[in-house]
């Protein structure tokens, strides 16, 4: 049976109406939607409660389970970071204070930038929590579950604005806890926090330093934060870093990689046992024995009368005794080609070329062509982990700042002084230019030849090449460093400040630059692609 996202049949697939009643009164009143939940502002596009959180669960079973899974999850970590990530600070302050970060025995981002990009992935969301030294401002981050999520709490007056995080009661608990999405302090450039990234205050200093009127430990209802149709308490315990992926801007929770083929990997699993169980009773054959001229006494007698057939036994018999070993005819060669179908059925559905997945009836000339669309869906989601990595980065150089732990930094004292950093990730899209350099070589060979037969002059070809070369978008490598065998980071920072560009890609790798500029108090990104200033 097919797995219906929207229709369900669930108490979560009903609202019910704001009557009059006591709190408690339902026993599943968790599991009942607002009746305003789509006729506001919010962003009300999510899946039902609980087919969510079986998406959770099946997602998991299907990435720990089905081959097919496993490898759709990890292929998109293995190609958007391969080596690892590189990170490199314009100032040593700066340096010094993202080595502490990155060896920190908790965090271990040399390990664990694997497996925080495949779980996005792989539950469509991250949950980062950060925990602050006071003395130094250094982060220590922590994971929560995604399936421990209750609720998003968006700003009411900007519903793309994530506020805050809720949980599901935990065991023994009898308040649930919420969590302060980290962002930039709501307070006017007289305060040392403006343009910075802050989390939850935990003393009276930082509330109004970081301009958030909750501090660490203290009880609130949801509906003041703006959330209907929740009367219980929650209680402020810390900070997080927020990440969603594949679902619509109109939702606030994050779709994992694996939910639209959920069913038909299971179909396809269900398929591949089947085929399997019946190839085993194809293997297994038995002895026909005909005797002719016998009745079924004679037929049983002489069956009696015969010992049990070992390989290499000897069986002497007259022309009247037809032995054959007989096995079943099961079709399984009719199976493969709906094997296939499904399996390419999925593989459509995740953005993967077969070519990826030991398929042998593609040729290798249409591989190309095949792949470009992955690197292009590979391209987006390492972005997107760029910019989380990059939020991280700058909350802990701001962090280290509002403790006094380090002093250089150019939001901070109007001067030019260099807080920038870059993180390089490896280049994804070698089939893009293997494919764009052989279109060059074919287009300037072609105008070699009509200048050879006088069709063009050299300044005609010169000028159609120039075009050719700004329609393919080859002209932009000449604003990215020099391609030496080692880019130094003054390179990568003097150009991305001459070309305004946040992104630059070389032979290398590709290389987000964060410019450690003010944050604005009200917008977290200025419109780029990747990264912010």
């Known amino acids: 049976m097919k797995w219906d996202f929207w229709n369900k049949p669930s108490p979560v697939g009903f609202v019910e109406a704001a009557f009059p009643a006591q709190q408690g009164a339902d026993p599943d009143e968790n599991q009942w939607q607002p ?20 998406m959770i669960d099946r997602s998991l079973r299907m990435y720990a389970g089905n081959p097919i899974g496993h490898r759709m999850i990890d292929i998109t970590p293995e190609f958007c970071l391969a080596n690892g990530i590189v990170f490199k600070a314009e100032h040593p302050e700066v340096q010094r204070v993202l080595n502490q970060h990155w060896t920190n025995m908790t965090n271990r981002w040399p390990v664990f930038q694997f497996e925080r990009m495949r779980d996005l992935g792989l539950f469509g969301e991250s949950l980062i929590t950060a925990h602050v030294e006071p003395h130094t401002g250094q982060v220590e981050l922590g994971n929560i579950d995604t399936s421990l999520i209750d609720a998003v709490i968006d700003d009411p007056t900007n519903t793309m604005k994530t506020q805050a995080v809720v949980l599901r009661k935990l065991p023994k608990e009898t308040i649930r806890r919420i969590y302060k999405v980290i962002d930039v302090a709501q307070v006017d450039d007289s305060s040392p926090a403006f343009g910075r990234l802050v989390g939850l205050p935990s003393t009276d200093e930082e509330k109004k330093s970081f301009g958030f009127e909750h501090k660490l ?11 209907s149709g929740d009367r219980g ?3 402020w315990s810390g900070s997080v870093f927020f990440t969603k992926v594949n679902s619509p801007i109109s939702s606030s929770r994050g779709w994992g990689d694996l939910l639209w083929n959920l069913d038909w990997m299971d179909a396809h699993d269900q398929f591949l046992f089947a085929q399997v169980e019946k190839a085993i009773e194809s293997a297994q054959w038995v002895w026909d024995v005909e005797a002719q001229g016998m009745n079924e006494s004679s037929i049983r007698q002489w069956a009696k009368n015969q010992p049990a057939w070992k390989p290499g036994h000897r069986f002497i018999h007259n022309e009247l005794i037809n032995v054959k070993a007989q096995t079943s005819n099961l079709h399984l060669e009719d199976a493969t080609m709906l094997g296939n179908a499904l ?5 459509a559905g995740a953005g993967m ?13 249409n591989a190309p062509e095949m792949t470009d669309p992955t690197f292009k869906h590979l391209k987006i989601r390492q972005r997107i982990f760029a910019e989380l990595m990059q939020l991280i980065f700058r909350f802990s150089v701001d962090m280290s700042i509002l403790s006094g732990y380090i002093t250089f930094d150019k939001r901070f004292n109007r001067i030019n002084e260099q807080s920038s950093f870059y993180l390089k990730l490896p280049d994804i899209s070698a089939k893009d230019q ?6 060059l070589r074919n287009f300037s060979g072609s105008m070699k030849d009509c200048i050879d037969l006088g069709i063009f002059t050299v300044d005609e070809a010169k000028e159609y090449m120039s075009r050719y070369i700004e329609m393919t978008g080859l002209d932009t490598m000449k604003d990215a460093p020099p391609l030496d065998y080692e880019v130094k980071p003054t390179t990568v920072f003097g150009s991305a400040r001459e070309s305004g560009l946040n992104e630059l890609t070389t032979s290398n790798g590709v290389f987000y630059i964060n410019n450690g500029q003010e944050h604005s108090a ?7 692609l990747v990264g912010y200033n």
């Open 434 to 439: 293997r494919a764009l350099s052989v279109a």
């Open 233 to 235: 308490k929650v209680k």
């Open 343 to 347: 399996k390419n059925h999925i593989l």
């Open 522 to 528: 009200h917008l977290l990104t200025n419109g780029n």
């Open 35 to 54: 009746y305003s939940a789509r006729s506001g502002l919010g962003r009300s596009r999510n899946l039902p409660t609980l087919t969510h959180a079986e």
């Open 353 to 365: 070329p077969p070519v990826w997945f030991a398929e042998t009836s593609t040729a290798r000339a």
């Open 217 to 227: 430990g203290d009880e609130d209802t949801l509906k003041s934060l703006g959330f």
